[in-house]
C-alpha cells in the first residue's frame, strides 16, 4: 500500500468503508465515518498524515461488535497478550484487536497500528504520537456523539473546541472525561490510562 498514493487510499478507504458497515451496527458505523471525518480536521490542523488519520478513523472500531468469546478467541488464536485487567472487561481488547485485524487485512503501519490499540486506554508510560492523540480525541468528539445529560453535552462541546487549540489539554481533559466516567459507572480503570494522563501532565 502507497499511502501517498491518494487513489490507492481512496480504494482502500472504500474497502474498510464496505467492511464496518458490514460488521459494525449503524450506529456504530456512523460513529467511525465520524471519527474519519474528525480525524481528517484534526489531521490538518495539526499537520498529521492526512490519509493516515482517515484510514485508521474509519477502522478504529472494527474488532468492537466481535462477542465476549469471539474476542478472546481471537485474541488467543493471534498471540495477542490479555492483561488482567483486560480479562475481566474484555471489551477494552477490541483496540488491539482492531489494530491486529487492519494489519493483517490491510497492511497498515506500525505507527497505524498504535493509533487503533491506544484509542481505548491511552499508550500508558509511553509518550503518545500526534496521530494516537488525533485518533483517541477524534473517537470521543466525532460530531455523531450526543449525549442526553446536557451538562455532559456542554462539556462534549467545550471539548470540541478546545480539539482545535490546544491538542495536548484536550487530550487529557478527554482522559479526565472519561475516567470520571468509569469511576461514575464503578468499573475497573486500567492503569494506561492513568499513566498516560499522568505523562502528558509532567
Ligand atoms: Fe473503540
Ligand atoms: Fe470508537
Known sequence: MNLNNDEEVEELLKKINEAVKKELSEKRYKHSVGVMEKAEELAKIYGADVNKAKLVGLAHDIGK???????LQYAKENNIEIDEIEKINVGLLHG???ADI????YGFTEDMQAAIKYHTTGSGKKEMTLLEKIIFLA????????????NKMAELEELRELAKKNLDLATIKAIDNSLIYTIQKGE???PDSVLTRNGLIL
Open 102 to 105: 487492519c494489519k493483517k487485512r
Open 96 to 98: 488491539k484487536i482492531g
Open 65 to 71: 461488535e466481535l462477542s465476549r468469546e469471539e474476542k
Open 188 to 190: 475497573l480503570i486500567h
Open 139 to 150: 473517537d470521543k468528539i466525532e460530531e455523531n456523539r450526543r449525549y442526553k445529560d446536557e
